[in-house]
């Protein structure tokens, strides 16, 4: 399974970004897919996670701002990012169980 993260970028706070990842290999028996941060000095976090029948679940420092959607064939994966806070600058990951995909830089202004 490769995993190919893109959409991160600069953007001002309260502003939205919408992260995409690019899924390619066998596929058909991931079960986990999610995305995860870290941010400079601190450990990687769980940012949300979507499983193969729907359930998510989500970090509570993102709740209510963040939401993770993937197509029908795992094929992609997103995560939608709404009100971002400074504190939300970290790089972003994506992973489909134990596979890991780059990441992509997210830097909020205040």
């Known amino acids: 399974v490769q995993l190919q993260a893109s959409g991160g970028g600069l953007v001002q706070a309260g502003g939205s970004l919408r992260l995409s990842c690019a899924a390619s290999?066998?596929?058909?028996?991931?079960?986990?897919m999610g995305w995860y941060r870290q941010a400079p000095g601190k450990e990687r976090e769980q940012v949300a996670q979507?499983?193969?029948?729907?359930?998510?679940n989500y970090a509570d420092s993102v709740k209510g701002r963040v939401t993770i959607s993937r197509d029908s064939g795992k094929k992609t994966l997103y995560l939608q990012m709404n009100s971002l806070k400074p504190e939300d600058t970290a790089v972003y990951y994506c992973?489909?169980?134990?596979?890991w995909g780059q990441g992509t830089l997210v830097t909020v202004s205040s």
């Open positions: 979507i499983t193969s029948a729907g359930y998510q």
């Open positions: 290999g066998r596929l058909f028996s991931i079960r986990v």
């Open positions: 992973a489909y169980d134990n596979y």
